[in-house]
């Protein structure tokens, strides 16, 4: 349960712990200044002193908060694996034990944004998950477009680590489990980008890092009976109205 606190706010003078914590706490109350809403809770933007941050913080109460808050913190074990890494925003820290302030990347997310060189940026993407590996982090929801950040066109930043499972070494035997499902879950991914579902243009390299787990496959099954009873019943509806 305990998580190492790294320096705060390192190489930032213009800006003290104690004014950042007031600008977060101050909009938290307000809730203004969201910059988005993802799986741990609310994500903050601050621009000033020369600085642009963003800040993760959880919300809700009881159970519900709880997780969401063990999730950020998970986020923070993760980062601090991955400090300056290139393709890894900063982390600055966990201020107050509950915000994460974060370095703000100027980037899009992968399923809007145009890639420059497709060749390039994914075997840049696949030298940046295995360099994550090699420092204990698997991030295993990079099947989540709006995970992946492409920037200037070409260079890839992976983001939102909340679900990431983080290498405990000695005896873990369901840690180690979790984390090589999830190492598996992150090539997976790489391959769906690459090809965007188009598998019949797999090279036999790449196939290499495609092996679908168990779990992908029910998930699978899942999405799409999902689907097919959605339209089914779609249909249905459709033609009730012409009664």
């Given at each position: 349960m305990n998580c190492p606190v790294a320096p705060i706010l390192t190489d930032m003078d213009k800006l003290t712990e104690n004014q950042l914590l007031q600008w977060v706490r101050d909009r938290v109350k307000t809730k203004s200044n969201i910059f988005d809403r993802g799986s741990q809770g609310h994500v903050y933007l601050y621009e000033g002193n020369g600085q642009r941050l963003i800040l993760k913080t959880p919300t809700g109460w009881g159970l519900g908060g709880f997780i969401r808050w063990l999730m950020l913190r998970n986020e923070y074990r993760a980062y601090s694996r991955l400090s300056d890494m290139r393709g890894i925003p900063r982390c600055y820290g966990l201020l107050d034990g509950r915000y994460l302030v974060l370095e703000c990347i100027g980037g899009a997310p992968v399923r809007r944004a145009r890639i420059?060189?497709?060749?390039?940026?994914?075997?840049?993407?696949?030298?940046?998950?295995?360099?994550?590996?090699?420092a204990g982090v698997a991030h295993g929801d990079l099947k989540k477009k709006d995970n992946l950040l492409v920037v200037e066109g070409r260079t890839?930043?992976?983001?939102?680590?909340?679900?990431?499972?983080?290498?405990?070494?000695?005896?873990a035997p369901i840690n180690h489990y979790l984390y090589n499902l999830a190492r598996k879950f992150d090539f997976n991914a790489w391959v769906k980008l690459k090809y965007e579902g188009n598998f019949k243009n797999m090279t036999d390299e790449d196939a290499e890092y495609y092996d679908r787990t168990i779990v992908e496959t029910v998930s699978r099954w899942i999405k799409r009976s999902y689907r097919r009873v959605k339209k089914?019943?779609?249909?249905?509806?459709?033609?009730?109205?012409?009664?």
């Open positions: 420059t060189d497709r060749g390039m940026f994914f075997e840049t993407l696949l030298g940046l998950i295995k360099e994550m590996h090699n890839p930043c992976v983001i939102d680590f909340g679900v990431a499972v983080v290498w405990k070494p000695g005896f089914s019943l779609g249909g249905r509806s459709k033609n009730y109205n012409h009664f």
